[in-house]
């Protein structure tokens, strides 16, 4: 299985992964962190790098370089293109921090036979069945990470709707006792 149906499958033992994406979804400092180790993890593999023009001296001894920018011109036409090249290996960034989100997002789509997520500590997180204990663990610890008034706007609603039912029913009362 291929895309974000891949999370379902098992990634098996010593499995040659020929084409990656690497997208650099996330601040220099992290990418410096994570963008040695690709070569070392995955010596056989030949990287496409998905990158913001910002990060150029970063990415100037790579083969192919696509620039976020251009991407963003023709959105659709851009990702249906990669989609088309069938990556076996996609690595994505997630640092935790609020850019990049929809970048992040769309490699769900990229159709790549492998997705793997790098947190910013660079650890690695395979986005397989075998490894969702990891997974679960790195959602929590973004969900435990968020602040308290995330959910204020629940609690106004709340608040409001409470307001109202008691308004009415008082007006209900109100009448019956005439």
């Not at 020929?18 to 410096?32: H, K, N, P, Q, Y």
């Not at 088309?84 to 769309?106: E, I, M, N, Q, W």
């Not at 395979?126 to 969900?143: K, L, Q, T």
Request: glycine residues 6%; positive net charge; hydrophobic residues 45%.
């Amino acid at each position: 299985m291929r895309g974000w149906l891949s999370f379902l499958t098992i990634e098996p033992r010593g499995s040659a992964y020929r084409t990656g994406l690497f997208v650099a979804s996330a601040e220099m400092d992290v990418i410096r962190r994570v963008h040695p180790a690709l070569a070392q993890r995955w010596p056989t593999v030949e990287f496409t790098c998905l990158a913001p023009e910002g990060f150029a001296s970063e990415f100037c001894d790579e083969r192919e370089v696509l620039w976020l920018e251009q991407l963003k011109l023709h959105p659709l036409r851009s990702l249906s293109a990669l989609r088309r090249r069938k990556f076996d290996l996609c690595v994505v960034l997630s640092a935790g921090r609020p850019t990049f989100r929809k970048l992040r997002f769309s490699t769900l789509w990229l159709n790549a036979r492998r997705i793997v997520m790098y947190n910013e500590n660079g650890d690695l997180i395979v986005m397989d069945r075998a490894h969702w204990n990891e997974f679960c663990a790195h959602v929590a610890y973004r969900i435990g990470r968020w602040p308290l008034s995330f959910f204020y706007p629940m609690g106004f609603i709340y608040l409001g709707v409470r307001t109202l039912w008691l308004i009415a029913r008082s007006r209900f009362v109100a009448r019956k006792a005439y």
